[in-house]
């Protein structure tokens, strides 16, 4: 099983409707995260969590709300979804104090808002 | 200005083929300068990490970073068809606080 796992894989939904992707890790790690990838664009921050209390605007919030449920559980909501929100959405995770800084990423979820 | 420039390609060689993959920035307080590899349909997965100045390498690949210049790169000796993938470069202050990535070059290694 992976270690950061991103549901729904694929989504197709029309403007103005309510869409929530789900992020669920079992690295053990404090810090996750939200990206969206844009052609052109690369990987953009939306939201960052550091702990259950934590969470962080990051450069593209407008629009996204999100949820750490718990510290394994982070969940990007779109309340209103719109066209220009269709792209590969990215949660990662990192660990508090490792030098490299790395981030873990799931496998993405591709939204298309129609 | 983007925080980090980094040409998109695509970028096509022959196996064997070294290759160089570079990005350049302009927030001159950057300490962290990754690449990430990330095959399609994929998320990214970390390939190389420096801190601060200098070269690192491993195996066939060799991350260098210039300070001076704002410039990093990725070199790829002997290129493989599994190689073929696009690369990121990512920079941040500090471990743990916001990654600035570039666009992704797409590579493609042809047999």
């Known amino acids: 099983d992976a270690d950061v796992t991103q549901t729904p894989r694929n989504r197709i939904t029309k403007t103005g409707k309510r869409i929530m992707l789900e992020c669920s890790q079992t690295?053990?790690?404090?810090?996750m995260y939200w990206y969206r990838q844009d052609p052109g664009l690369g990987l953009r921050l939306i939201y960052y969590?550091?702990?259950?209390?934590?969470?962080n605007k990051g450069e593209i919030s407008d629009g996204y709300s999100v949820s750490r449920q718990a510290q394994a559980k982070f969940s990007l909501s779109l309340e209103s979804a719109i066209p220009n929100q269709t792209a590969l959405y990215f949660c990662?995770?990192?660990?508090?104090?490792?030098?490299?800084?790395?981030?873990?990423f799931g496998e993405g979820s591709r939204l298309t808002v129609l | 200005q983007k925080e980090v420039e980094q040409d998109p390609g695509p970028l096509s060689v022959p196996e064997g083929a070294i290759v160089s993959l570079n990005c350049t920035y302009s927030?001159?307080?950057?300490?962290?300068f990754m690449w990430y590899r990330q095959y399609s349909r994929k998320g990214p997965e970390l390939l190389m990490y420096t801190y601060s100045s200098g070269n690192k390498e491993d195996g066939r690949f060799t991350a260098q970073v210039d300070k001076s210049s704002k410039y990093i790169s990725l070199f790829i000796r002997d290129s493989q068809p599994s190689d073929s993938a696009t690369y990121l470069c990512a920079m941040s202050l500090n471990t743990g606080n916001q990654f600035y990535f570039g666009t992704g070059t797409s590579l493609t290694v042809i047999p």
């Open positions: 927030n001159s307080a950057f300490q962290y």
């Open positions: 969590s550091f702990d259950v209390k934590d969470i």
């Open positions: 690295k053990g790690h404090d810090r």
């Open positions: 990662a995770t990192s660990e508090k104090g490792l030098n490299t800084g790395e981030l873990f």
